[in-house]
């Protein structure tokens, strides 16, 4: 089916619809890869962060997969159940796929200006324990533990805040992390670091040395975009997006658009 674009609905349920609808009636099969983000918003007449907010619920119900450096694919075609019948499973994933989302972005936000600090407060007696937390990354990476991998990443997080020496940023990345053992936020990091997992675990573990490399410099600047690309890579490689200021329903007057799902 051609895609729409949306008159008046709530936006990511809007782009989520679409998708299903176009694997219901065989536009779209099991494999085939969706167009960027970019694309789909043109094409659904949303903003990119809506776009982002719908494929992370369709991740949520497995009907997405998301490759690295790769964008995102169909992955089952189960997704092509009835809509009405599927109301309430849509609804919930999309709401738990909009606060992760959310808190994704705030992570970002926050740690590109934590690191530097971390990176002017620097001194090499706060080396030893980064390099045991990244030492672990690697062997846990490579060896496909994930939920140790996992713990290892939240840890060094957490260091990097603590060696600000600011009492203030080590609560609030504290918070952060308590709150990443959100239910969506679960989901969505695992449908995010499964697929593919010995890859994306071993980027994310370079990534990481990466940014204490630059920190150890004192290279502040250098850290500070070196994390604002870990979470641009996290987020399918696309982090910037289109402001929805105020949170209203586009009106735009319909047509609709060819679904090429080659178009990159």
């Known amino acids: 089916m051609p895609i729409e674009r949306l008159v008046e ?58 490759r690295v450096g790769d964008g995102s694919y169909i992955a089952s075609v189960n997704g092509g159940r009835d809509l009405a019948g599927a109301a309430s499973e849509i609804a919930d994933a999309i709401s738990k796929s909009a606060e992760a989302v959310q808190l994704q972005e705030a992570r970002a936000v926050f740690e590109s200006g934590m690191v530097l600090l971390t990176a002017a407060r620097w001194d090499e007696s706060k080396a030893d324990r980064f390099l045991e937390l990244l030492a ?20 060094f997080h957490l260091a990097v805040a ?43 573990a370079d990534e990481h040395r990466a940014i204490f490399e630059a920190v150890r410099s004192g290279d502040g600047a250098k850290a500070s975009d070196l994390v604002h690309k870990h979470y641009e890579r996290h987020e399918s490689g696309s982090f910037c997006h289109e402001d929805e200021a105020d949170g209203s329903v586009a009106r735009i007057e319909p047509r609709t658009a060819s679904f090429d799902v080659g178009e990159k």
């Open 9 to 66: 609905t709530n936006k990511p349920r809007f782009v989520v619809d679409q998708i299903l609808s176009s694997i219901q009636d065989g536009t779209l099969v099991a494999g085939e890869r969706l167009p960027s983000e970019a694309r789909l918003a043109e094409l659904t007449g949303v903003g990119r962060t809506s776009v982002r907010e719908a494929l992370a619920a369709l991740r949520l119900m497995g009907v997405v997969e998301t």
């Open 136 to 155: 672990g990354m690697d062997e846990t990476a490579r060896a496909e533990r994930y939920e140790d991998y996992i713990r290892l990443h939240r840890d």
């Open 162 to 204: 603590q060696a600000t020496d600011n009492a203030v940023v080590v609560a609030t990345e504290r918070s952060f992390l308590e709150y990443m053992d959100h239910e969506g936020w679960r989901d969505m990091e695992r449908q995010s670091y499964l697929p593919n997992r010995k890859d994306y675990l071993t980027k994310s």
